[in-house]
């Protein structure tokens, strides 16, 4: 009767064994992520004094909302497209190197373990006006110095863009390195013998056959 019922026990249970095992990873995310951003938005329509009220939202203007938010697509567009256009050189550079290619992946691959937080400082080492390492690179070459991170600068944008894809870009070669992978090598050859150069096959084999996964590197980008 025990066995039969530990039998029985063992089959319910192993109908949601995957459940089981991906919980933990959603407790976390429930915890830590979707938590604390429900509870900022509910304090958001809170006062001092706890009562609900719209003052905060109606106060944005004044703070400056549709500058961050220009700000904000500013940085988002262009630090997506400029990954992409990084992604694609890399992961089409890596498709040619036949010897080391996974330590060249694994070096790639290293500022996606760094902290953002400690990547954030880093930059701010790079980019600090007069005596960043910018400065000095381009004191080097007998370049005036420049303000990187001065709100009232374009480089600004520029500065917040080049560290983001030192971090981020890592990702989207993988996906798009992934991708270049499956495409066929007999279609290259093909257009090879019909006289396409190595832009016209990049553009008319590599492109269309990895859009999917085009799609999925900048859908994961964009959300983050």
Known sequence: MVHWLGDFIYM????????????????????????????????????????????????????????????????????????????????????????????????ILIPMSIATVVSAILFTFVFEYPGGIANEFLGSMHIGLQNWLSPTSFLVYFSIIFADSWKTTPIMILILYSGMLRVPQELYYAASVDGAGPIRRFFSITIPNIRSFIAVSLLIRGIS
């Open 12 to 107: 319910k249970l192993s109908k949601y064994s995957s459940f089981f095992l991906v919980l933990p990873a959603v407790a976390f995310v429930l915890l830590f992520s979707f938590l604390p951003a429900a509870l900022a938005v509910i304090n958001s329509f809170r006062n001092s004094m706890g009562s609900f009220t719209l003052n905060n939202y109606k106060l944005l203007p004044s703070f400056g909302i549709y500058k961050a938010i220009e700000d904000t697509l500013i940085i988002s567009i262009g630090a997506i497209f400029f990954q992409l256009f990084l992604a694609l050189i890399a992961s089409s550079l890596l498709l040619k190197i036949s010897r080391g290619r996974s330590i060249i992946m694994a070096l």
